[in-house]
Structure formats: C-alpha cells, structure tokens
C-alpha cells in the first residue's frame, strides 16, 4: 500500500507559475515511477508528465513541452512538477501518481493522489 499526498496548486494568472508536489508514504522502500495527469469536468485524465524511476527520463505532453518540468528527490520519496507560464487550458485538477514503470498512460499507474486544483485565469 503506497499512499500519495499533494500539495500545493492553487489559483494564477495567465503567464505565472505554480508548482505541485507529491509526497509517497506507506510501502516506498522501492522507487516508482511517477506521473503527472489532469482532469477537467467531464474529461479524461489527461497524461501531463512523467519522470522514470532513476529520474534519467522524462517525458512531457506536447501541450506543456517547454513550460512545464518534472524532478524527483528519491531519498524523500516526492516528486514535484513546477509549471510556467501557464495557460488558461491548463486548468484541471493535477494528480499525481505512482507506478512500477514510466508511462504517458493513465491506467498503468496504480497509485494516485488525492488531486489538486489548479486555476488559471486569463
């Protein structure tokens, strides 16, 4: 049982930053690969980004590719997605989530947080 804990998101204009971040509890005595998704009402999960287990890889939406950047600190077991210059498109709920191998896929993953709100107004 892994348990993920997020914080912080919250509310910015279009063309600030915002940073949320993940926290693993519970069984993390292995390393995980993590993801970042986002849902907006009556949507799927959308594949943000994600980062490998080592943090040697990562991956990125097309639509976040430059402004958005995933890191993992593995011997605190979090890992944190820092966003820039931020659009209103990009507001959604941003969970996190934690998985055996890397993936751009939702499903693959079978740990998640508990979601956070990030708004961006124009």
């Known amino acids: 049982q892994v348990q993920l804990v997020q914080s912080g998101g919250g509310l910015v204009q279009a063309g600030g930053s915002l940073r949320v971040s993940c926290a693993a509890s519970?069984?993390?005595?292995?390393?995980?690969?993590m993801g970042w998704f986002r849902q907006a009402p009556g949507k799927e999960r959308e594949f943000v980004a994600a980062?490998?287990?080592?943090?040697?890889?990562?991956y990125y939406a097309d639509s976040v590719k430059g402004r958005f950047a995933i890191s993992r600190d593995n011997a605190k077991n979090t890992v944190s997605l820092q966003m820039n210059s931020l659009k209103p498109e990009d507001t959604a709920v941003y969970y996190c989530?934690?998985?055996?191998?890397?993936?751009?896929?939702?499903?693959?993953?079978?740990?998640w947080g508990q979601g956070t709100q990030v708004t961006v107004s124009s």
């Open positions: 989530a934690a998985g055996v191998t890397v993936s751009t896929k939702s499903y693959t993953y079978p740990y």
């Open positions: 980062i490998s287990r080592s943090g040697g890889s990562t």
């Open positions: 519970g069984r993390t005595s292995s390393t995980y690969a």
